[in-house]
């Protein structure tokens, strides 16, 4: 397997053995219909790291970094003060709510974290968004309520203006396949018209995929993880300290 690990390629050479319970189901990370890669690519990560513990936890920007070996970065939704590993909470939306945090504390409007977004989605970035152990501002049952998972990671599919500008929309899709947004902009809310509904799909191409509007998502997500995906630029690496 092949890993980047500190901004350098590494080559991890494996066996075929994979732990397993005592009734010969894989104990750790397993991929549907009995594909091994996932099963793979952890045990090269537990390699790595020393063993299976070790990979407890963390966050998608870290493993997307490993995987691609392209930069990413981690957008918090929420005041340093509060933030938790995995996400945190968010501000509310459109021109309402006025403020979110980034890494380094700054604060920032979240119109302008909107027209990042855009220009993500416009590049093709990987981008991922989750939900800490408090579930935003909303709390963790409430979260749960309207159908979402903390502690969870989601992929960020796309980002879309609606009715002329007047509706700002995030797909996002549960990596398990299952469980949705049960809030505005689901799939049986009665926001849809039936031309949008045509050009959008509420329901999702692939199990798991949903809308909902930006003021929801910075209510319970916690925070953005960005992949700068760029297959056709070239890279040179230096090892520097």
Request: net charge neutral; charged share 20%.
């Amino acid at each position: 397997m092949r890993l980047c690990r500190d901004g350098a390629w590494e080559v991890i050479l494996l066996d075929d053995a994979l732990p397993c319970t005592a009734d010969g189901v894989l104990a750790f990370a397993r991929g549907a219909r009995r594909q091994l890669w996932v099963s793979l690519i952890e045990k090269a990560f537990a390699k790595m790291y020393g063993c299976y513990e070790a990979l407890e936890g963390g966050t998608t920007d870290e493993a997307l970094a490993a995987l691609t070996g392209f930069p990413c970065e981690r957008i918090s939704l929420q005041p340093p003060a509060n933030n938790r590993s995995g996400g945190g909470g968010g501000g509310g939306v459109g021109g309402a709510a006025v403020a979110s945090w980034g890494a380094e504390g700054e604060a920032f409007d979240l119109d302008v974290l909107w027209a990042r977004l855009l220009s993500f989605d416009e590049a093709g970035f990987l981008c991922t968004a989750s939900i800490d152990q408090r579930g935003g501002f909303g709390g963790a049952a409430a979260a749960e309520a309207m159908g979402l998972l903390t502690q969870h990671a989601y992929s960020l599919l796309q980002v879309r203006l609606v009715n002329g500008g007047a509706a700002r929309l995030v797909q996002l899709r549960n990596p398990w396949g299952k469980l949705g947004w049960r809030g505005d902009w689901s799939e049986g809310s009665a926001l849809w018209s039936a031309p949008l509904r045509r050009r959008l799909q509420p329901q999702g191409a692939e199990a798991g995929t949903f809308w909902m509007c930006w003021r929801d998502f910075c209510r319970f997500f916690s925070a953005v993880d960005v992949c700068r995906v760029r297959p056709n630029w070239p890279e040179v690496r230096a090892i520097g300290a």
